[in-house]
Every structure is written in C-alpha cells, then in structure tokens.
C-alpha cells in the first residue's frame, strides 16, 4: 500500500549570490488512495514540490518515500525505473510532440521502456479511449482543442498505469467549457490505491476534495 511522506524537505535556489527557499522544512502525507490539492499563488514552490516528487529534481535537504520508496535519494536506473514506471505526469503545457499523432504521443513513452509497437498501440487505442479520444487518435495537438490535448496528455500519463500521478496546474489553459471534461477525467482517476497530487491555483479544481496544503501559508488544513 503506497502512501506518500514527505519530511522536512527544503529546496535553495541560489541566483545571483542570493538564496531562494521556495520549500523550506515542508512536511505532507498522503494515505493510499488519496488526492492532494496544493494550492497557492504564483511562485509558492508548486512546481518545485511535483519536481522532486517526480524524481526530476533533488532537493537541498529531507526526503521523501513512496511506499517503499525512497524518491529523494533515487539516482541512476532505479531513478530513471521510478521516473518511468511508478509516476505519471500531466504538465500544464500538455507537453505533447506537435509533430506526432495523438496515438503516438500515447505510445512514445510505451516504445522508450521497450514495449512492441504493436502493443503500444494496442494499450494507446484503449486509453484514447478511456479519455473518450477514440475518434481523434490520428490528428496532431494543432488540430486538437486545449481540454483535447490534456485529456491526450492525461492518456500519456496513464501508460504504464502508475500508482502516483502527479498534475501540474491541469486546468491553467483550459477555458470554462474543457474544464469540466478534464475535472471528471481526473476524478475518474481516484481508483483503488493510487496517489494523486494536483497543483491548482484555480478553485474549480476544489470541487475534487481531497486533502489542501496550501504552499502560500505553508501549514497543511
Ligand atoms: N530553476 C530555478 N532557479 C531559480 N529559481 C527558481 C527555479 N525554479 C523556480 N524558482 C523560484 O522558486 C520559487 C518557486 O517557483 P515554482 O516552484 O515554480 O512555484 P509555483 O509553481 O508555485 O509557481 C519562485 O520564486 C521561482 O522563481
Ligand atoms: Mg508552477
């Protein structure tokens, strides 16, 4: 049963001779199973938080532990195996390759960890889907609506069907009438023992509960 624990952890970011501390002896836990909301303003650490949690960045100082997993000191394969394997990510840019078809922004990250194409596209058609994308899987992100493109890049995320997922700021480009799609995707997502961690600064995502820990105050409610 993987929970998430977060202990004293604390990021510097040195520009110029000075010192930035976004996070700063930050502490969170989140059971199996659960959803986090951080919230705060712009420049809260939001981003730095899902950073190390995805393993993408190591903090200055704590740790943090998946399950049995001790995330902040990964290095090397185990690091890239966690990266691959254990998290999925939806950024708030979509991050899809413009020059690829939906289907195949699904699979590229299937192909990178060694699955056939065949396969790939198997497990690519199914969670199009799943995202109620079936229809659009050949067109490119630049023929694909903003709420379309999440819902891809939240299909991504799902490949390898991972225990914590991580989004950052999903709804950020989103106008009014594409929220509500993703919201219900994201919420769909709530299954089973699955972690998963959502940075918002916009109230709609509220509307999911979950535990708040909001960076801007930096105390967990
Ligand atoms: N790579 C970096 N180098 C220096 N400062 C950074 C870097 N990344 C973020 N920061 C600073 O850290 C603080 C937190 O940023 P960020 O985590 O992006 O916050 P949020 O996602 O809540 O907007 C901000 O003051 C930002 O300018
Ligand atoms: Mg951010």
Known sequence: MPDLRVRELSVEYGSGGEVIRPLDG??????PGSLVLLLGPSGSGKTTLLSCLAAIQSPSAGTIDFGDIAVSTLAGKERTAFRRHTVGIVFQAF????????AENVMAPLLAAGV????ASARAASLLERVSLGHRATHRPGELSGGQQQ?????????????????????AHLDHT??????????GLMDGERVMVIATHDDRVLALGGQR???GRRTAR
Do not use: C, K, Y
């Open 26 to 31: 930050f502490e969170m836990s989140a059971p």
């Open 95 to 102: 991050n899809l390759v413009p020059s690829l078809t939906a």
């Open 116 to 119: 056939g194409w065949a396969g």
């Open 151 to 171: 819902r891809v890049a939240i299909a991504r995320a799902l490949v390898h069907d991972p225990p914590l997922i991580l989004a950052d700021e999903p709804t």
């Open 178 to 187: 594409q929220v509500e799609g993703v919201l219900g995707l994201l919420a």
């Open 213 to 215: 820990v909001d960076l």
